[in-house]
């Protein structure tokens, strides 16, 4: 759905101000690529962020992220979906209904159950990277480390490792190739890519998500990026993936607070401020795993060790009529 912040961005380009192009200290302001997609963020509905992964707070030490298994079985994958009865007579896992006026992705308070220094800003954080959070990444979430974080599936809130139904570890796709910031904004890849009739090749996800040119463009632009099974294995345990947002660069309030293009990307000190576009949202996590065969799906899909390393592919298309 595309949201207010979509006809602010047009109104923005057809107001530019041309003049600005003869002023070598000014000129920049009228670039393009300060008017087009600059981040993807992921987010869920409200009370998920205090519940999941976020509830199990010790030790704080080791930077485990741990959470606890609402099935009988010993296997089981991590539910967020409220086809868990047991997390349906804790809350409803329903985000909140999207409406074209919103600036973010969850309109209600989204800190944490630890909330000292977490900011609330609508959406999924990425606080191992924020020297001031990362010793309590694993409370805040919602991705792990680029190198391997461990989680814990545990029976009960105890932490003792006789608790624990399965652990394994979790590596970080974006923050790896340092993709994405402290306040969970999923940088774009340079300029656009080579059109194809398939999918990107997969380097091309190394640098963010990527703009297609192909023969539909501008009427048409195609976006596709990975979500690697490291990523998506946080997600799922920090709450499951609920809302998508589609950012551009919130231009006036940059120049307002002194900042002048061009605007450079910067994983902790992000000087670049956005505005939503688009969002999507959804009644049910897109994460949602079934076992099968006497063995844990999410081990399977989402261990960082496992033999079956996977990434969700996700594809969105944005029509100009």
């Not at 924020?130 to 805040?140: K, T, V």
């Not at 919602?142 to 006789?162: D, E, H, K, R």
């Not at 992000?270 to 799906?297: H, M, Q, V």
Request: charge should be neutral.
């Amino acid at each position: 759905m595309l949201v207010d912040g979509a006809g602010e961005l047009i109104v923005d380009v057809m107001t530019a101000n041309r003049s600005l192009a003869s002023i070598p200290s000014a000129s920049a302001i009228l670039d393009a690529s300060n008017y087009t997609f600059h981040a993807i963020s992921y987010g869920k509905d409200a009370d998920g962020f205090r519940n999941h992964a976020h509830t199990i707070l010790s030790p704080s030490s080791t930077k485990t992220i741990k959470v606890k298994s609402y099935d009988a079985v010993t296997v089981s994958s991590y539910h967020t979906s409220s086809t868990a009865s047991a997390l349906a007579d804790t809350y409803k896992l329903l985000p909140r209904y999207p409406s074209p006026l919103d600036r973010r992705l969850e309109l209600n308070s989204t800190v944490t159950t630890y909330s000292s220094g977490v900011p609330d800003v609508g959406q999924c954080l990425n606080s191992v990277i924020n020297p001031s959070l990362s010793a309590y990444s694993h409370l805040i979430g919602c991705f792990p480390a680029s190198a391997p974080t461990t989680y814990w599936m545990v029976s009960s809130v105890l932490n003792t490792t006789g608790s624990v139904i399965f652990s394994g570890t979790l590596s970080s796709f974006y923050n790896y190739y340092s993709l994405m910031d402290t306040s969970g904004f999923l940088t774009f890849a340079p300029g656009y890519a080579a059109a194809q009739n398939a999918l990107w090749d997969a380097a091309d996800y190394t640098k963010g998500v990527v703009r297609a040119c192909k023969t539909s463009f501008p009427e048409k632009i195609n976006m596709g990026w990975r979500l690697n099974n490291g990523d998506a294995g946080g997600l799922l345990l920090f709450g499951g993936l609920y809302h998508i947002g589609l950012w551009y660069l919130d231009l006036k309030e940059m120049l307002k607070q002194g900042y002048y293009p061009p605007y450079s990307f910067n994983t902790l000190n992000n000087i670049r401020k956005y505005k939503l576009f688009a969002k999507k949202t959804f009644n049910k996590d897109l994460l949602y795993l079934n076992d099968a065969g006497g063995l844990s799906a999410f081990k399977t899909y989402f261990d960082s060790a496992s033999a079956l390393r996977t990434a969700v592919t996700i594809l969105w298309d944005i029509n100009f009529v």
